[in-house]
C-alpha cells in the first residue's frame, strides 16, 4: 500500500507533467481526510479543471479547499477563486456568489484583493438592481481606486434613474445627488444635476429646479445639446408656474434660439409663449 503522501506527489506529478485526468483521479482518493493533503488536493483539482475548462468542477473543488482549516493562504485563494467562479457562472440568483465575496469580505478585511472583491459583490448588486446594497458596500471602502469611484457615481445614477421612475422624486435627488460624491465622469454629473433638477420641478419646487437647470447649463460642455435646450425650456416654465411671467419668457426665448430642437412641439410651444409676451 502506498501512503496518503506518496499517493499526492503522485497525484502531484502526473498535474505538473500535464497529465490532468490522471491527476485528478489521484487526488480525488485523497478526499476523505479532511487534513492539509486532502486540501492541496482539493485545490489541484480546482487549477486541472480549470485548465480543461470545467468552471463547474473547479468551483466545487475550490469551494472544498477554502473550507479546510489548514493552510490560511491556500483556504484564502481558494475561498477567492470559488467567489469568482460563482459570479462566472451567474449562479441564479447571484446568492452564491454573494455570500462567498461577504465571507471574504469579513473574513480578510486586510487583504490586497479587497477593492477586486468590492467590484465582483457591486456589480452583482447593480446586475440584480440591487442598488442600496452596492453602495452600502462602496460606503465600508476607506479607499476607493478610480474604477471604483465610477462605480459608485453609477450605482448612485442608476438608483436615481429608478427611484425617478417609480415616481419617488425625493428618493430619486438623493441618489442623484451622491452622483457628486466622486466625480469622476462629468457627464455622468450633469445628467445626474439635469435630473435631479426635473424631480425637484415634479415636487413643484420650483426655485430649486431652476437653481439646478442653472448650474447644469453652466457645467462644460459635454453633454447631448438637447439636454441643454431642454433645460432652458423646463427654466421657463418653472418661473411660469412661480408666477415669474417675464423671466419665463426670457427662458423661452434663449431655447428657441438653440441649435438642436428636434422637437418641434416644444419649440412652437415655446414660440407661442414667447409671442405671448411680446
Not at 148 to 167: D, P, R, S
Not at 251 to 277: E, S, W
Request: with cysteine.
Amino acid at each position: 500500500h502506498t501512503t496518503r503522501k506518496e499517493d499526492y506527489e503522485l497525484g502531484y506529478a502526473y498535474y505538473r507533467a500535464g497529465y490532468l485526468d490522471e491527476a485528478i483521479k489521484v487526488f480525488d482518493k485523497l478526499l476523505h481526510i479532511k487534513d492539509s493533503i486532502c486540501q492541496n488536493a482539493y485545490y489541484h483539482i480546482g487549477e486541472s479543471c480549470l485548465k480543461q475548462g470545467n468552471i463547474s468542477a473547479a468551483r466545487r473543488a475550490f469551494q472544498g479547499a477554502s473550507k479546510i482549516d489548514m493552510d490560511a493562504v491556500i483556504k484564502e485563494d481558494a475561498l477567492y477563486r470559488y467567489a469568482v467562479l460563482s459570479y462566472l457562472l451567474d449562479m441564479n440568483p447571484f446568492d452564491e456568489s454573494i455570500e462567498a465575496f461577504q465571507f471574504y469580505l469579513k473574513h480578510y478585511p486586510n487583504s490586497k484583493r479587497i477593492s477586486d472583491v468590492t467590484q465582483y459583490l457591486v456589480d452583482v448588486y447593480t446586475r440584480t438592481n440591487n442598488y442600496d446594497k452596492a453602495l452600502a458596500s462602496l460606503d465600508k471602502l476607506p479607499t476607493k481606486t478610480t474604477k471604483l469611484k465610477m462605480a459608485y457615481q453609477i450605482v448612485a445614477f442608476n438608483k436615481g434613474v429608478e427611484m425617478y421612475q417609480k415616481v419617488k422624486y425625493k428618493e430619486a435627488i438623493e441618489a442623484f445627488n451622491l452622483v457628486q460624491q466622486y466625480p469622476v465622469d462629468a457627464v455622468i454629473v450633469g445628467k445626474a444635476k439635469f435630473w435631479a433638477s426635473d424631480a425637484y420641478y415634479r415636487l413643484k419646487n420650483y426655485p430649486m429646479a431652476i437653481k439646478g437647470y442653472r448650474e447644469f447649463i453652466n457645467l462644460p460642455s459635454l453633454l447631448a445639446p438637447e439636454m441643454k435646450s431642454d433645460a432652458y425650456y423646463n427654466i421657463g416654465y418653472a418661473y411660469y408656474e412661480n408666477k415669474d411671467t417675464l423671466l419665463g419668457i426670457e427662458a423661452f426665448r434663449i431655447y428657441t434660439q438653440q441649435l438642436h430642437l428636434p422637437n418641434k412641439k416644444k419649440l412652437a410651444d415655446a414660440c407661442m409663449r414667447v409671442a405671448d409676451g411680446c
